[in-house]
T-cell receptor, first 110, second 115 residues
C-alpha cells in the first residue's frame, strides 16, 4: 500500500506558484521522498527527490518538514503544460521500488 | 540514447490469447521494473530485475504472468490466457543502482486491451 496521502485535485492559475502537499507520516529514516508526474497517456516523469533537506532543480522545489512526515512540491511558475497527475512516493529502501498512490490531479488554467 | 523504449505501444487481443511486451531500458541501467496501471489509478509494481536476476515479484503477478531479462539488457513480459481484467497500461522503468538514491526513468508504456 502507498505510504503517502495527497489531495485528489488542485487548481492553479498560470504563472502562479503551485504548491502540492503530501503526507507520509510512516516514512522510515532511510526512505526517500520522490515526486513524479504523469501527463495523459504518457509514462511517469521524474521531477525531484529528497531525504531530509530541501531540494531545488530546474523543474521544482521540494520542501520536507523537519520531522519528515510531510512535504510540499512547489512549481514556481506554473504553465498550462504542467497540467498533470502528480505523485508523491516513498521509495522503498534498497529496492528502488516505487509505491504509487492515486496522486493529485493539477489543473493549470489561463 | 533515447530513453526507455517499449513495444508495442498498443495491443488489442482476444481473451484467451497470449501476448508479449518488450522493454529496452537505458543502456547502462542495471535495474528494470515492470508496473501496471489501470484507469484512474497510479502505477502498481509488478516485478523488478537487477541485471538478469528477478529479485521481487508482486502478488499481483499471477501464474499467467512471466517476465524475463535474459542477458541483463532488454526484458519481456508475457501474459498467457489473457483475461479482460488484464486490460491496462504496462509500464517499464529502468534505473542505475547506486548506494543511496537514483531516479527511475519510465517508458511510454504498452496499452493492452483484451476483448
Amino acid at each position: 500500500d502507498a505510504k503517502t496521502t495527497q489531495p485528489p485535485s488542485m487548481d492553479c492559475a498560470e504563472g502562479r506558484a503551485a504548491n502540492l502537499p503530501c503526507n507520509h507520516s510512516t516514512i522510515s529514516g532511510n526512505e526517500y521522498v520522490y515526486w513524479y508526474r504523469q501527463i495523459h497517456s504518457q509514462g511517469p516523469q521524474y521531477i525531484i527527490h529528497g531525504l531530509k533537506n530541501n531540494e531545488t532543480n530546474e523543474m521544482a522545489s521540494l520542501i520536507i518538514t523537519e520531522d519528515r512526515k510531510s512535504s510540499t512540491l512547489i512549481l514556481p511558475h506554473a504553465t498550462l503544460r504542467d497540467t498533470a497527475v502528480y505523485y508523491c512516493i516513498v521509495r522503498v529502501y534498497n529496492t528502488d521500488k516505487l509505491i504509487f498512490g492515486t496522486g493529485t490531479r493539477l489543473q493549470v488554467f489561463p | 540514447d533515447t530513453g526507455v523504449s517499449q513495444n508495442p505501444r498498443h495491443k488489442i487481443t482476444k481473451r484467451g490469447q497470449n501476448v508479449t511486451f518488450r522493454c529496452d531500458p537505458i543502456s547502462e541501467h542495471n535495474r528494470l521494473y515492470w508496473y501496471r496501471q489501470t484507469l484512474g489509478q497510479g502505477p502498481e509494481f509488478l516485478t523488478y530485475f537487477q541485471n538478469e536476476a528477478q529479485l521481487e515479484k508482486s502478488r499481483l503477478l499471477s501464474d499467467r504472468f512471466s517476465a524475463e531479462r535474459p542477458k541483463g539488457s532488454f526484458s519481456t513480459l508475457e501474459i498467457q490466457r489473457t483475461e479482460q481484467g488484464d486490460s491496462a497500461m504496462y509500464l517499464c522503468a529502468s534505473s542505475l543502482m547506486m548506494a543511496t538514491n537514483t531516479e527511475a526513468f519510465f517508458g511510454q508504456g504498452t496499452r493492452l486491451t483484451v476483448v
